[in-house]
């Protein structure tokens, strides 16, 4: 397979970063190199925050009606690249092919969404706030705005935020993760097809020199991150000392609660999507499961039986439940979690350590890996693992279910599972996650509703799509005037 040197997207123009650093991209599910990243300098950076700059001006008097123009026309270039995208997708990240093309279509109704830009970013106003005096506020838009999306939707995540900075008349940079860039290089094909103004947006690949050029970048007005705790705090961190608005979104620790009155027939196929989906590399995905109650053990027979029916291979076939994780480094970290969860005593009832697919001998794949008797204290209680790998908490009441929920720190996502309104009601009231599941495993927002949790889980105000996005990209400028 030739390898391709990927290029940054500044000002209109397919450039060759200057850069000597060059990271290799490998297949997933192969371990074959298949294409090679530059990881650009702070210099590139601002080439291309100079050129988002340089088209603010005409852009954000581009009325909002022909703006959103650029959006229909885009859904539907999208829409002819659908399975170009999902492919590339799945080949560099190894996301089953159709979990990949859930992930585009969440992609493309993000552009949907955005082209309700003519009511989303009205202003208001009202007369005779004193006598003969009329005050208005306008959503102006600010200038450059920036993402730095994670590796694990490398289509989607960027999409949260950039068709709503762009439709409200700002410019735009993206630095895609440098673990999964061809997915953005190959939506990036096509708004170049679409034509955009050359400068609106613009696209940068690279690592840690891209990521504080553009926190150090004093013309960009704001930063959208997705991926761990720690960098999230750092990026919010660093926003904060240099003025910058931002939205930081860190890691995650969900637990899904299993009440004995739970329908799990129904249930079982989103309870196993839950924590097997995307091998397990969701902020959303079910990490500690967490069966109430003393029928426990017949739940857990079942379960497991479910999954060990799993079909893992070629996330590119069609039949394949579950493909690789994304690196050799990623799968190294998920079997030391694996390791750690034996030390400290855990009960392994399924494992996933020696997965073997056959003809790819060479793919980084974990298979789906079960531990029981965790307890809270465990090291795989508390730290996000990020990989197909399940830790049974039994309790005995909801009360304990809740309570654990809320002492890991992340509050990202929880779901129930459970017929009994009464327990949802207090589930649901008194969980700290701010995104909630009810006989639904993976508790994912559309774009119309915002995306983000709490606690260790975001930094910030406004978090990812949703209505209240349009106010993180727009000032509100407030108008009072009287006539003589």
């Keep these: ?16 970063s200057e850069s000597t650093e060059i990271g290799n991209i490998t297949c997933s599910a192969t371990g074959e190199m298949i294409a090679e990243v530059p990881y650009s300098t702070a210099k590139e950076v601002d080439q291309a925050v100079n050129a988002a ?6 852009w954000r008097t581009t009325p909002p009606l022909a703006r959103a123009r650029y959006f229909f026309r885009l859904k539907d270039a999208f829409e002819e690249n659908f399975e170009d995208i999902s492919k590339t997708l799945t080949t560099e990240l190894g996301k089953a092919i159709d979990e990949a093309r859930g992930e585009v279509r969440r992609m493309i109704e993000n552009v949907e969404h955005c082209t309700g830009v003519t009511t989303m970013q009205c202003g208001y106003t009202i007369e005779d706030i004193a006598r003969g005096i009329d005050c208005a506020g306008h959503r102006q838009p600010l200038g450059v705005f920036a993402c730095i999306p994670p590796y694990n939707f490398p289509a989607m995540v960027p999409w949260w935020f950039l068709p709503y900075a762009v439709v409200t008349g700002n410019t735009y940079l993206v630095k895609p993760s440098e673990q999964v860039p061809m997915t953005q290089t190959k939506i990036f094909e096509v708004i170049d097809d679409v034509g955009f103004p050359n400068g609106v947006i613009n696209m940068v690949h690279g690592s840690k020199d891209v990521v ?18 720690p960098t999230a705090k750092y990026i919010y961190k660093r926003c904060g000392e240099t003025g910058k608005r931002v939205q930081s979104l860190g890691g995650a620790k969900n637990i899904v609660a299993v009440m004995p009155d739970a329908n799990l027939e129904a249930s079982m196929p989103s309870l196993i999507t839950s924590f097997f989906g995307c091998a397990g590399q ?3 995905s079910g990490s500690i499961l967490v069966p109430v109650g003393d029928n426990a053990d017949d739940f857990i027979n079942k379960y497991v039986e479910r999954v060990k029916a799993m079909k893992i291979g070629d996330p590119l076939n069609e039949d394949v439940d579950m493909g690789p994780v994304v690196s050799e480094e990623h799968k190294k970290k998920v079997l030391g979690y694996i390791e750690k969860g034996i030390e400290e005593g855990a009960e392994l009832i399924l494992d996933g350590r020696n997965c073997q697919v056959e003809g790819y001998p060479d793919g980084y794949y974990v298979g789906p890996t079960i531990f029981d008797h965790v307890t809270p204290d465990m090291t795989i209680a ?5 990989g197909p790998v399940v830790s049974i908490v039994r309790v005995k009441t909801l009360d304990e279910a809740i309570e654990l929920a809320n002492s890991r720190g992340f509050a990202n996502a929880a779901c129930i599972y459970t017929q009994d309104g009464g327990a949802v009601r207090k589930f649901k009231y008194n969980v700290k996650p701010s995104m909630i599941g009810i006989n639904i495993g993976i508790a994912a927002p559309m774009s119309f509703f915002p995306f983000g949790g709490a606690g260790e889980s975001f930094f910030g105000d406004i978090k990812g799509h949703g209505q209240e996005i349009f106010q993180f990209f727009t000032d509100t400028k407030v108008l009072i005037e009287r006539w003589f």
């Design 1 to 16: 397979m030739a390898v391709t040197k990927l290029k940054n997207y500044i000002d209109g123009e397919w450039v060759e």
């Design 53 to 58: 700059q340089e088209a603010f001006e005409a």
């Design 212 to 229: 504080n050029g553009i926190l150090d970048n004093p013309n960009i007005q704001g930063v959208s991150f997705v991926g761990s705790t």
């Design 282 to 284: 969701r902020c959303l």
């Design 382 to 386: 508390k730290d996000e693992i990020f």
